[in-house]
């Protein structure tokens, strides 16, 4: 592997609910007589498919009524199907949720990549640009439906050098930070700004982890 | 420009400078492919594991099963079919007994407080009650003290009870003078519930009632009967001391097969002296099934003149043209039915 080879993500389960338990339902907070179907989906990297998931609800009626990481990342899984994250769609019915799940998928093979930051890919980052935000993260970022915004995720030290860089590279501003240490101890920022402004700041960001990465210590 | 499109610039603007060694072609994942994405959204086809059984089952009932879909959405013919059996439905709650039926059928006539067909639907209450002159008339005009009471209601299908009523009565008549029972003097009630079985039945002073009516119309049946037998008929009998036979229409239990049922269930009620849930019918011989062979699926399921005039005819009837040889049909002779009249 080298510097900036795309890491493709995996996805390791995935599963249909045609007509979900009304109490399951509610205990992961959506309405189950609304939403009847679930889809699940398992997949070793967290941040790709946040990602997914946003695009999922531009292509079908889905909702994403679950998304959270698993503690400490896809390499210390508790099963070989568990990855890094939990995602669950709901929709009114099982064409829907079918639909959203290919939408996941297909965003997962094509586009939402993870990165190496050096050549032997010990330190990935996520230096994602989304063109039009879907429903779920424009709810997460506060911004509106269709906004752009960059999905800026590095390892921890990188993840504050490349935002600072990113944001100073192009008119963006920060939406939502998220300091270390998280689940996956992966950290990073939400900015937006126009498109132009977003791939600006996303190659800024990977510019600067990479220099991070590949000479950590820098004699001064 | 996607994600993709900016890192491959900037490995490749880096590849032009000082970081790193030039990249390798992508290497494939290492990993399995992922399942793909039309892999998922492909609809999985599950047939029937037994296709045989799944067709057995589909013409048992006229019930929509197996009916499939289109996409989402049900197919044409099972639409067409919904809207038809809920026209026939309608029409078998809109649909009135005409003047004169009941004296032809040796019925007297009396009518509950609801003073037309509108008010008996939107006030059920007024489907209980019998006015004062009804009752007097009652009690004027039929047999006292008889030991059976029949009163036939037209409820919310006149259609079932133009069609059923006569020969279930006539059934129930032939078995029950068998046993030597005394059935007193007939009663039509228009716009009646079930409830006026106690009324009239106190009013005579019979021992068992008994009323017919028109059960209300589902999707498939328009013209289904019920009886409800009550022993001792009196006001403050409640559902519960109610005997019912219901599903009586020639798809289901035939009206001859429910007057001789009836009679089986009356003798009970005689031995028992007491009726519906604490009545013990346990050694009684289940009615004798399905009137007809199994009825066929899809527009026949109707094919019998539901709308028809009421009499059986010894040929085509000339109002409707509904009427089948040897059929009763849902009007009297001589005044056009509702599907001449609409047609």
Request: aromatic fraction near 4%; proline fraction near 7%.
């Amino acid at each position: 592997m080298g510097v900036l080879d795309p890491v493709v993500p995996r996805v390791l389960a995935t599963r249909i609910i045609p007509r979900i338990d009304r109490s399951l339902a509610a205990a992961f907070g959506f309405d189950g007589d609304r939403l009847n179907a679930a889809g699940l989906i398992t997949c070793d990297l967290d941040d790709a498919l946040y990602a997914a998931l946003d695009e999922a609800t531009k292509h079908a009626g889905v909702e994403v009524v679950f998304a959270r990481s698993f503690y400490a990342g896809s390499a210390h899984a508790s099963g070989a199907t568990s990855g890094e994250i939990l995602g669950i769609l709901a929709g009114t019915d099982p064409e829907e949720v079918a639909r959203g799940l290919g939408a996941c998928v297909r965003c997962l093979e094509s586009e939402a990549h993870f990165y190496s930051a050096n050549a032997d890919g010990s330190v990935t980052f996520f230096p994602h640009v989304i063109s039009s935000l879907g429903h779920y993260l424009s709810r997460e970022a506060g911004l509106a439906v269709g906004e752009p915004m960059a999905y800026l995720i590095a390892t921890p030290l990188e993840s504050v050098y490349a935002v600072d860089a990113a944001l100073k590279a192009a008119e963006v501003r920060l939406v939502k930070h998220f300091p270390p240490p998280t689940e996956t101890n992966y950290a990073g920022a939400y900015l937006t700004g126009s498109l132009e402004a977003c791939e600006a700041a996303a190659k800024a960001f990977a510019a600067a982890v990479v220099e991070v990465a590949t000479e950590p210590r820098r004699p001064r | 420009m996607s994600t993709r499109r900016l890192m491959q610039e900037l490995r490749q603007a880096a590849s032009r400078h000082h970081v790193a060694a030039a990249p390798a072609p992508r290497p494939a994942s290492s990993a399995k492919p992922a399942r793909g994405a039309s892999e998922l959204e492909r609809p999985r086809p599950r047939p029937a594991s037994d296709p045989a059984l799944l067709e057995k089952l589909k013409a048992s009932t006229p019930a929509k099963i197996g009916v499939g879909r289109a996409g989402l959405r049900y197919r044409t013919q099972t639409l067409l079919q919904f809207q038809t059996d809920f026209a026939v439905a309608k029409a078998a709650v809109e649909s009135q007994v005409p003047e004169g039926w009941a004296e032809e059928h040796g019925l007297l006539p009396i009518q509950t407080e609801a003073v037309d067909a509108e008010q008996f639907l939107v006030r059920p209450d007024l489907g209980r009650r019998l006015p004062e002159e009804a009752l007097r008339l009652v009690r004027e005009r039929c047999e006292r003290s008889p030991d059976v009471q029949i009163v036939v209601a037209d409820g919310l299908s006149a259609t079932a009870v133009m069609q059923h009523a006569p020969s279930m009565i006539a059934s129930l008549a032939e078995s029950l003078a068998v046993h030597g029972r005394r059935l007193g003097t007939g009663v039509f009630v228009r716009h009646g519930r079930s409830k006026v079985i106690d009324l009239v039945g106190e009013a005579v002073g019979a021992r068992v009632g008994v009323i017919l009516i028109g059960e209300r119309p589902g999707l498939g049946t328009g013209d289904g009967m019920s009886a409800y037998l009550v022993w001792d008929p009196r006001p403050e009998r409640t559902d519960a001391e109610k005997q019912a036979i219901s599903n009586i229409h020639r798809r289901g239990l035939s009206p001859e097969e429910a007057g001789r049922h009836a009679a089986r269930v009356i003798e009970a009620i005689f031995a028992q002296q007491t009726s519906g849930v604490k009545l013990d019918l346990r050694g009684l011989p289940a009615p004798q099934g399905r009137a007809s062979e199994p009825k066929p699926r899809v527009n026949q399921a109707h094919a019998e003149p539901l709308l028809g005039c009421g009499q059986s005819h010894g040929q085509s009837c000339p109002q409707c043209r509904e009427g089948k040889p040897g059929r009763t049909c849902g009007r009297s002779e001589g005044r056009p039915c509702q599907a001449s009249a609409s047609a």
